[in-house]
């Protein structure tokens, strides 16, 4: 008696092993699907309410851009959040095609520093900023923001007006603006495969 007692045990263990096994594998599973979602929906947002959004969101944001990889993991970003809406509407004058007119939420403007940048390879920092860039075009849309990339770098007419009207010193270089806020509008999701764009092993 006291075997089959013993196998039972060992049988009600194993099947519990199992059942989070398949636990653990749906979760991953769906954790994969939300992600490759994301990547495949998101779409840039031209037009906001103008609802305004929490300080952990943008954090959020933040803290999805800081997560991105770079080179010898020198992390040469800097980001300017834009919330006061005076500044909002200069960056709309400014910078037409910023969206910053349309009632964002806020903008955030990804930027390299050129203090970390790796010497001798210091164009890095656009490889790298442009990823964390990213990263806060993906987790917008993840939490149900809308935002665009609108570009500043390399066109250094931009950029330097950027740098004066947000006070950066000449270090710290504006690869972009990027609106975030309430989507106003729910553009259409564009299917951008293209099997012509792929090539294996050689050209």
């Known amino acids: 008696m006291k075997k089959i007692a013993l196998f039972a045990l060992i049988g ?3 099947m519990g092993c199992q059942k989070a096994n398949v636990n653990e594998n749906q979760n991953v599973n769906m954790e994969q699907d939300l992600i490759i979602n994301c990547m495949r929906t998101r779409v840039s947002v031209r037009a906001f309410t103008g609802e305004k959004i929490s300080e952990e969101q943008i954090q959020t944001l933040l803290q999805c851009a800081m997560a991105a990889p770079s080179a010898m993991n020198h992390q040469p970003w800097a980001f300017i959040v834009v919330t006061e809406d ?4 200069q960056l709309g004058q400014e910078f037409p095609y910023s969206r910053c007119d349309q ?8 930027c390299g520093d050129l203090t970390k940048a790796i010497q001798g390879s210091e164009d890095f920092w656009i490889n790298d900023v442009s990823a964390a860039t990213e990263n806060i075009l993906l987790a917008a849309h993840a939490m149900g923001l809308g935002a665009v990339w609108t570009g500043l770098h390399p066109n250094m007419e931009r ?3 950027a740098q004066q009207l947000l006070g950066l010193p000449e270090y710290i270089i504006p690869l972009c603006i ?14 951008k495969w293209n ?3 792929i090539h294996y092993n050689r050209w």
């Open 159 to 161: 950029a330097t007006a």
């Open 178 to 191: 990027v609106p975030v806020g309430v989507p106003a509008e729910q553009p259409e999701i564009k299917d």
């Open 12 to 14: 009600i263990v194993l």
């Open 86 to 89: 005076s500044i909002l509407e």
């Open 195 to 197: 099997t012509d764009n």
């Open 103 to 110: 009632k964002p939420a806020c903008a955030i403007i990804p």
